[in-house]
């Protein structure tokens, strides 16, 4: 199992993962492993945040989507919010 994107704080911990999904994600041996992927990090505790791979946000957009439950660093971003 992989994952697109592992959102982390600065201290590593898992705040979100990002799954870029794009058409082959309409096909039921797709479907299935996408739900097995989602039961899996929903007993891990872990946050999914699916998105569409021809329709990305931009970072603003992002963090807005992962706002309500921890701020998110981006590294290179001089306005990230400080984790720690």
């Known amino acids: 199992m992989s994952a697109d994107f592992v959102i982390c704080a600065k201290d590593s911990t898992v705040l979100a993962v990002i799954e870029l999904d794009d058409a082959t ?7 299935a492993a996408d739900d097995k992927k989602d039961r899996a990090l929903t007993a891990a505790g872990l946050r999914i945040v699916r998105m569409q791979a021809k329709a990305l946000p931009d970072e603003v957009a ?14 290179g971003s001089a306005q990230a919010p400080n984790i720690g």
């Open 25 to 31: 994600h309409e096909r039921a041996n797709r479907k």
């Open 62 to 75: 992002i963090r807005s989507m992962i706002a309500p439950q921890s701020p998110v660093e981006c590294a």
